[in-house]
């Protein structure tokens, strides 16, 4: 008995020693193809040992003990745990899975699976975003999304303009973006290094959580967080240059002279000056160096998780003296302690951009097509050292384009700060309250100095010349802070009935400050600060509050039968105390057949009906506007002494309420082959009521304001969207394609009782943009052109009403009578042109054959139009001598070319008011991307390398386009109007990716 005592301890503590030890394990994960995964994550269950596979989906962990278990995952892929016993190699494969791909999408305040998801929601990933060389995270969205339209501007560190689903309003229809729960005005403070997707929420399912603010759609972006596994240390660098080829094709100093004789203008110059011939549109554009340089460090566990990173940002602008450049600087972390879990998310950023700069009411660009080629560039013997036009005398006054832009300083000098602090805690099983505050904070400080110049060296010409130094200057800030607590609840009953409440209350207030200055110094042009000497002041300050309330419930059944439901009660002080408060509701229903048994065996891995409906708000208007205001800056007479006083600024509307819409989606989802091919087929329709717009008052009202804001009429947008996808792999090559096109058309429906809206002057005289009803916003409004005439035969055949005219001539525009009533006047404009696409696509190709990878990215628009205001002077609409185009000068009419099909020069002012003549067709289709990368291979690094990368990169190569402007892609405030806007560049990058 004694003996076998002594055996069974033996034996237990053989067994234990054996239990205790510690083991290496290796091997290799990979997919169910084949494929090596590198990065994936082996970490052992409970702890924060953990290692990631090289990139021959190699890994090694040491300090294991036989009860081990080895937790394997990478994204896309179903996780596997497998205990470690006395194995000392264990190979994986990690099986693809249609849920995992896309398990978790970001919604309003919280987060759904892909599967459960009934609304319009399009995901944007990592990847995708950090692909482009942008300033802005905004345009790495461009085409990535259906129904997400931007418009990017070639100046750096621009903000494009960005709509989801086109215009629903005649005010504000920018969407809404969130960072990490935190409201903010847009994104130009964020990396997009930074980002790990990217949510564009579309329809009342997704939005209306949002209630007042969700009007126009929202965009969700989630930073990157700590992952689990050891720290990892990334490094992403690229450089490259820059550069605008594109040319309008002008005069050159003999043509322009002979063009000038024609018109009977002899500059009266010195001869030396007509050996100049002066490209100007090449003195503004030159090759501009971006480069960027971003470190990262990731590093988390079961207990909390780290993100640091670092960036920075300098691009050169391809116009002169024009640039950006950017600080960027990002910690976010969470910590648990047992159910509590804190956390926080903070960015900073500090800019400095050389802006583009204007004069006299012009762009740098019409001035450089304008300007007279035989004048040089720079004369040392004139003040400021440029040389312009002597004087009007000679017709020609565009001013000199490089010292517009180049003489003196601009520097806009900016700080953000984005960041959010929460705490959770799960009071029960399934319940969690968490609180949250989030603040949004800016400062801006813009400077500009001009010191005294004349570009005049005809002695007594002043046409542009400054004798003093100007200096203006403007700086202020604005804060937002959101304060929300929720309560959420998530239960599943009966292993079949999933049900998620939330209930939560959110306090925003904005806060803005404002100061302007400016003045002169006649003494120096060695000062640049300001001072008293005709100096000017000015301020305002703005505080917005809104208060709202949520409720939400998501109800699935097997992830089969999917709905859910939402109202929102929200406040906002833009508003009197009769219309405070308004009421915000969807719901939604998605039913997923593929799921359904008698779908078993087929090739549908997904087969989901959705539909949505519910209404949002918009507020998007200024504030008091609803309240009597005054305003200062007026002089009066009293007692025979001037005395500054103040005036009515605006009349009291409380009756001013919010702008609502409605909206309705109808959605199909479909994947076929474990989601190997994919398709999402959206259909929409948006009703927007109460629009908010501005009216003229009637001057009996005796206010200073220009405009009232009032609630009238409404207006409908509606639409399809269709996304593709294909993925496939065959040995080393692996591929996928994805395609998406969006339309919309906009409709206004009602304008009670108003006749219409009009906008956007033009040089030639009148308004480019009408709005009435039964018709799109904004759309362009003119005469429409029908030839030249040849002869007064044809000129007496359309002003029969009017036959003593001599105004318009032969070599005229002959424009349509549209109301015959024998003469051509306001009454015969008809619609010339709609400035909004009818189709948005975008289609990106990824490639990958063993160590190379390849991506390929096209967007494009189709359907739109766009009123090239540069046009105007390129077939010197201004009838007077300026340069103009090749084409102009040898097409125009005259007796010695009575058959040519521009009109004449110094024709009748009717050629040159707002009319078809200057719309043009703005589709276009553009190579957004190209990039072909290398990543070496483990065996040729060092231990501790885990990935390096280089790849080449060109962006903007190919646009193809009838439209003869610079760019069709216009990026300024003015929908569809080209007036002379900064063009993007093409860019040709080297770029580095190391993982440590």
Do not use: C
């Amino acid at each position: 008995m004694t003996k076998l005592k002594i055996a069974i301890i033996a034996v237990v503590m053989i067994f234990s020693q054996s239990m205790l030890s510690q083991q290496t394990v290796r091997g290799t994960v990979t997919d169910d193809s084949g494929m090596p995964l590198p990065v994936a994550s082996v970490v052992v269950q409970g702890t924060a040992n953990g290692v990631s596979t090289d990139f021959d989906g190699n890994y090694s962990i040491d300090n294991l003990s036989a009860t081990d278990v080895l937790v394997f995952s990478y994204v896309g892929t179903r996780t596997q745990t497998i205990q470690v016993g006395n194995q000392t190699t264990i190979n994986v494969v990690l099986e693809t899975s249609s849920e995992q791909l896309e398990e978790v999408v970001i919604v309003g305040y919280g987060k759904q699976s892909r599967v459960a998801v009934t609304g319009a929601i399009s995901t944007v990933g990592s990847e995708e975003i950090s692909a482009l060389p942008v300033t802005n995270a905004e345009s790495a969205l461009q085409g990535r999304s259906a129904g997400l339209t931007i418009a990017n501007s070639g100046v750096p560190g621009s903000t494009p303009s960005v709509l989801i689903r086109g215009l629903g309003s005649l005010n504000n229809n920018s969407p809404l973006f969130v960072v990490d729960g935190v409201i903010v005005g847009n994104l130009s403070g964020i990396s997009p290094n930074d980002i790990e997707n990217v949510s564009v929420l579309k329809d009342a399912s997704t939005t209306a959580v949002y209630g007042a603010q969700g009007s126009n759609g929202v965009i969700l972006v989630t930073t990157k967080k700590g992952k689990g596994g050891k720290g990892q240390l990334n490094f992403n660098t690229y450089t490259g240059y820059q550069s605008v080829t594109k040319r309008y094709d002008v005069l050159n100093t003999v043509e322009y002279l002979k063009y000038a004789a024609d018109l009977g203008v002899f500059p009266d110059r010195p001869l030396e000056l007509y050996q100049n011939n002066t490209d100007w549109q090449d003195e503004v554009f030159r090759q501009g160096i971006i480069q960027d340089y971003n470190l990262s460090f990731s590093k988390g566990d079961e207990n909390g998780s780290q993100y640091f990173s670092a960036e920075y940002l300098k691009q050169e602008g391809t116009l002169v003296k024009t640039g950006f450049e950017r600080y960027s600087f990002r910690a976010n972390s969470s910590a648990k302690f047992g159910k509590l879990t804190v956390g926080e998310s903070m960015s900073v950023a500090f800019s400095k951009q050389n802006p583009e700069l204007s004069s006299g009411g012009r762009t740098v660009l019409e001035h450089a097509v304008k300007a007279a080629p035989y004048l040089p560039v720079y004369n040392p013997n004139n003040l400021g050292g440029f040389q312009g036009p002597s004087s009007s005398v000679d017709g020609q006054d565009a001013e000199n384009p490089v010292r517009v832009q180049t003489l003196g300083d601009a520097v806009n000098k900016n700080v953000g700060i984005i960041g959010n602090i929460y705490a959770e805690l799960e009071i029960l099983d399934g319940l969690n309250f968490k609180s949250q505050v989030g603040l949004d904070y800016y400062t801006y400080d813009n400077k500009r100095f001009v010191p005294s110049f004349s570009d005049d060296s005809v002695t007594g010409s002043i046409t542009h010349a400054q004798d003093y130094a100007s200096i203006s200057r403007s700086k202020g800030y604005g804060q937002t802070i959101i304060f929300n607590n929720s309560l959420r609840y998530n239960r599943t009953i009966a292993d079949h009935h999933n049900i998620e409440l939330l209930a939560l209350v959110e306090k925003y207030e904005g806060k803005s400050s404002n100061v302007g200055m400016g003045s002169r110094n006649a003494v120096t042009d060695e000062v640049d600060q300001l001072s008293n000497e005709d100096s000017s002041l000015g301020s305002s300050s703005y505080e917005t509050n809104k208060l709202g309330y949520l409720g939400r419930v998501n109800y699935n059944y097997d992830n089969k039968y999917i709905a859910s439901a939402s109202i929102r009660r929200d406040a906002s002080s833009r508003f009197g105390a009769n219309s405070r408060w308004a009421n915000f509701y969807s719901g939604s229903l998605g039913w997923n057949i593929a799921k359904e048994n008698f779908m078993k065996n087929t090739a549908f891995s997904t087969l989901k009906l959705r539909s949505s409906y519910g209404t949002t708000g918009s507020d998007g208007i200024g504030d008091y506007l609803y309240a009597p205001t005054l305003t200062g800056g007026f002089e009066y007479p009293i007692n025979g002494e001037v005395a500054f006083g103040v005036t009515a600024n605006g009349g009291a509307n409380e009756d001013l309420q919010w702008e609502s819409k409605e909206i309705m989606n109808v959605g199909l989802d479909v994947g076929l082959f474990q989601e190997k091919v994919t398709a999402s087929l959206e259909y929409y329709k948006n009703t927007s009521k109460d629009l908010l717009i501005y009216i003229p008052p009637p001057a009996s009202n005796g206010i200073n304001s220009g405009s009232l804001p009032v609630n009238l009429g409404s207006s409908e947008t509606k639409g399809f969207e269709l996304s593709l996808g294909y993925r496939d792999s065959e040995g080393d090559f692996t591929w996928s394609a994805n395609l998406n096109l969006g339309t919309t058309e906009n409709k206004v429906l009602n304008l009670a009782g108003v006749d219409g809206v009009v906008g956007s002057t033009f040089k030639g005289g009148g308004n480019i943009t009408r709005t009435v009803v039964g018709e799109s916003f904004f759309h362009f409004y003119g005469l429409v052109s029908d030839g030249i005439y040849q002869n007064q035969a044809e000129v007496d055949a359309v002003f029969t009403a009017n036959p003593s005219q001599t105004t318009v001539q032969p070599g005229d525009i002959r424009f349509k009578d549209l109301n015959n009533d024998g003469d051509i006047t306001s009454e015969d404009r008809d619609i010339i042109g709609n400035p909004f696409p009818d189709l948005t696509y975008g289609f990106n190709f990824d490639a990958n054959y063993k160590n190379f990878d390849f991506n390929l990215f096209v967007t494009g628009v189709s359907g739109n139009e766009i009123f090239n205001t540069n046009t105007y002077d390129l077939v010197g609409g201004a009838n007077r001598l300026f340069n103009i185009s090749q084409d102009y000068n040898n097409n125009r009419w005259s007796l010695s070319n009575p058959s040519g099909t521009e009109p004449r020069a110094l024709g009748a002012p009717q050629n040159n008011g707002v009319s078809d003549r200057f719309v043009e067709d703005g589709s276009y289709a553009r190579l957004k991307n190209v990039t072909l990368g290398y990543t070496l291979s483990s065996n040729f690094l060092e231990e501790y390398i885990s990935k390096f990368r280089i790849y080449i990169s060109g962006q903007n190569l190919v646009t193809i386009t009838d439209y003869s402007g610079l760019d069709p892609e216009l990026g300024g405030n003015e929908f569809g109007i080209d007036r002379g806007l900064y063009p993007q560049p093409k860019s040709f990058l080297l770029g580095l990716q190391v993982t440590f």
